[in-house]
């Protein structure tokens, strides 16, 4: 496995790069949403920090077409740039007494426009610097670095903010991001860049991404099966702690759960690497369905072994599931539209999460969450054979 991280210098310093970035992005997560709170106090200005998330996502497909006919390298470098001096920014305006409300959201505006951009330029990067072969391998690698990164991060954030304050866990992501930029200067990069001259050129190449992805029926079959894994699959991290009430298991259990959820993950991007040389990709990534299917039944049954159990092979299948879906478009999308085929991919993927959890939620008002689990690992379960049936790739 780690014969492509020795062997290709130009991946081994993007992947260092999205680690530090990554790492950075998690110790923000905790660092910024208390310093809304703080500032605001209120829940519905801490909610829009989520919802402008949302609101990008759908706005990534007109950046991600930019992002397709730009210089790549030079646009992550610059974004990642603005990211950094928007946070000092906003930790100097923390620190002299200035930042207000309306200011604070400017901020988080800014910083989803900017992140518009760094987001598919990574993505996009990703297959000018890795051979299509060594793909599945690379996006393995990445899955596993970050699950090690987000439990590092997220357990140690909050020891972090209580040693160097808000201010200075801020200052550790303003640090991450000159590093990213740093490391993705030295990568050299060919690639053909044709500037868009006109809004109508633009139009086009807009629907160009549309197109491409309606014509690939493998495509459209992994994003309908995403979109509904996704949906099925969002209310474990959302609702599990109504399931961990109701079972009446501690409430520690819950990031216990999630916890060992990062393991199973870090294990499944390992078992992918081993796995894609003797299975092939469709059939690999039908498993991902099965296991997750098996771990939402074993929430049926209220055993702690089974608890955990459950927690790992989430894990693994989610892992399974989001390396595979990846390499699979990416194989299939020429180089020129990765951008533009990820956000789309994405955009409609993710509209699925909030859905999953609204139903999940308005079921969990009538019966016990187990049963809802339950319904939803047999639905998972016809997933898995609509995978092996539709998804046919090598």
């Not at 909050?158 to 200052?171: D, E, F, H, N």
């Not at 990213?180 to 109508?200: D, M, N, V, W």
């Amino acid at each position: 496995m780690k014969e492509l991280f020795v062997s290709n210098k130009r991946y081994r310093l993007f992947l260092i790069g999205v680690v530090v970035s990554n790492a950075g992005d998690y110790v923000d997560d905790i660092a910024f949403a208390q310093l809304v709170y703080s500032i605001t106090k209120s829940t519905l200005f801490s909610s829009y920090v989520f919802a402008v998330k949302i609101v990008f996502s759908f706005l990534n497909i007109l950046s991600a077409t930019l992002v397709d006919k730009w210089n790549k390298k030079k646009l992550l470098t610059l974004s990642c740039l603005l990211q950094g001096c928007l946070i000092v920014c906003l930790i100097f305006s923390y620190k002299i007494g200035i930042l207000s409300t309306p200011l604070l959201l400017t901020f988080v505006t800014l910083q989803a426009i900017f992140s518009s951009f760094a987001k598919p330029a990574q993505t996009a990067i990703l297959p000018l610097i890795v051979e299509t072969e060594d793909l599945v391998e690379a996006r393995a690698q990445i899955s596993i670095a970050d699950q090690f990164i987000q439990i590092v991060s997220y357990a140690g954030a909050g020891a972090m903010i209580a040693a160097i304050g808000i201010s200075g866990a801020l200052m550790v992501d303003v640090i991450s991001f000159g590093v990213i930029a740093l490391l993705f200067s030295f990568i050299k990069i060919r690639e053909e860049i044709t500037p868009i001259k006109s809004f109508g050129e633009f139009s086009r190449n807009v629907t160009e991404g549309f197109v491409f992805v309606k014509s690939q029926k493998v495509i459209i079959i992994v994003l309908l099966l995403t979109f509904f894994g996704n949906f099925l699959v969002t209310p474990i991290d959302s609702l599990m702690p109504a399931y961990t009430s109701q079972v009446k298991y501690p409430e520690t259990y819950f990031s216990f759960y999630m916890t060992v959820m990062a393991v199973g993950g870090i294990c499944g991007g390992f078992f992918v690497t081993k796995m894609q040389k003797v299975i092939t990709k469709g059939v690999l990534f039908s498993m991902g369905y099965l296991i997750g299917a098996v771990s939402m039944i074993l929430l049926q049954f209220p055993e702690e072994l089974l608890y955990f159990c459950s927690a790992y092979s989430m894990g693994i299948s989610i892992s399974i599931v989001s390396i595979l879906n990846a390499s699979i478009i990416q194989i299939l999308t020429p180089k020129e539209m990765t951008a533009r085929v990820f956000s789309i991919f994405k955009c409609i993927s993710f509209t699925a999460s909030p859905l999953g959890i609204l139903i999940a939620g308005m079921l969990g008002e009538i019966v016990f969450m187990r049963w809802i689990y339950g319904i939803y690992g047999v639905a998972m379960l016809a997933l898995t054979l609509l995978s092996l049936k539709f998804c046919h790739i090598k």
